[in-house]
């Protein structure tokens, strides 16, 4: 892992938040919290909760999807080395400033980028996460494809998402800002039984905290 602490790539086109727009942004991450809270939710328990069903992960770790940086805290907080990808910019920059004080800093890496289309090597993860991220697809076979692509054989993909009930609780915080959370047609149902055709095996499934998870082991061989 590179010796910085956090990096997020700036390519010629990024636009930067300002001081003011990062603040603004990371007040609007403390309120939701505690919305979640008021509504039952634990944020931070929740990863916890799914990263345990997989029990002992392998690193790197590549958390696709990382959003404010959530997943990757706790994986780091685990001891794992973790790249934290996601498309949105802004994310990344709340995800950076979220993260430069942590006492395991130095494990993450954050990447701007598609997950669709991943600019990492072949078998280069021990393990994958994608929390909270599936139902934001519109299609899940490119970056379920890509997951296999980056995972070395035998390495684990963790894969959860809210469930009905997750689903609801978001929804009903979302409507009360006049805002529409995003639910698209991607499932963990789906996701995992479309891995199993790429020769991944579920090794568990659980829910709690409002989610649904599936762990699966990448194929051992692949040609």
């Given at each position: 892992m590179n010796d910085k602490s956090v990096i997020v790539p700036e390519p010629p086109d990024l636009v930067r938040l300002t001081a003011e727009q990062l603040n603004e942004q990371m007040a609007h991450f403390a309120k939701r919290t505690v919305q979640f809270a008021a509504a039952g939710y634990d944020r931070f328990g929740a990863p916890e909760f799914i990263l345990d069903q997989a029990r002992e992960l392998a690193g790197p770790v590549l958390d696709v999807g990382?959003?404010?940086g959530i997943t990757a805290r706790a994986l780091a907080g685990r001891?794992?080395?973790v790249v934290?990808?996601?498309?949105?910019?802004d994310d990344l920059q709340v995800a950076a400033a979220l993260t430069?004080?942590?006492?395991?800093?130095a494990r993450i890496r954050y990447m701007l980028a598609d997950a669709s289309s991943l600019p990492?090597?072949?078998g280069a993860f021990g393990a994958a996460?994608?929390?909270d991220f599936l139902h934001h697809l519109d299609s899940g076979e490119p970056v379920l494809q890509e997951l296999v692509r980056a995972v070395r054989p035998g390495g684990l993909i963790v894969l959860a998402d809210f469930s009905r009930e997750g689903f609801d609780m978001v929804a009903r915080?979302?409507?009360a800002e006049e805002r529409v959370h995003p639910e698209g047609p991607v499932t963990v149902d789906w996701a995992s039984a479309f891995l199993a055709t790429r020769g991944a095996v579920e090794?568990?499934?659980?829910?709690?905290?409002?989610h649904h998870v599936s762990v699966m082991r990448a194929p051992g061989r692949r040609s």
């Amino acid at each position: 892992m590179n010796d910085k602490s956090v990096i997020v790539p700036e390519p010629p086109d990024l636009v930067r938040l300002t001081a003011e727009q990062l603040n603004e942004q990371m007040a609007h991450f403390a309120k939701r919290t505690v919305q979640f809270a008021a509504a039952g939710y634990d944020r931070f328990g929740a990863p916890e909760f799914i990263l345990d069903q997989a029990r002992e992960l392998a690193g790197p770790v590549l958390d696709v999807g990382t959003g404010t940086g959530i997943t990757a805290r706790a994986l780091a907080g685990r001891g794992l080395e973790v790249v934290g990808v996601d498309s949105s910019a802004d994310d990344l920059q709340v995800a950076a400033a979220l993260t430069q004080d942590s006492e395991f800093a130095a494990r993450i890496r954050y990447m701007l980028a598609d997950a669709s289309s991943l600019p990492v090597p072949y078998g280069a993860f021990g393990a994958a996460t994608a929390i909270d991220f599936l139902h934001h697809l519109d299609s899940g076979e490119p970056v379920l494809q890509e997951l296999v692509r980056a995972v070395r054989p035998g390495g684990l993909i963790v894969l959860a998402d809210f469930s009905r009930e997750g689903f609801d609780m978001v929804a009903r915080i979302h409507a009360a800002e006049e805002r529409v959370h995003p639910e698209g047609p991607v499932t963990v149902d789906w996701a995992s039984a479309f891995l199993a055709t790429r020769g991944a095996v579920e090794v568990a499934r659980a829910s709690g905290h409002f989610h649904h998870v599936s762990v699966m082991r990448a194929p051992g061989r692949r040609s």
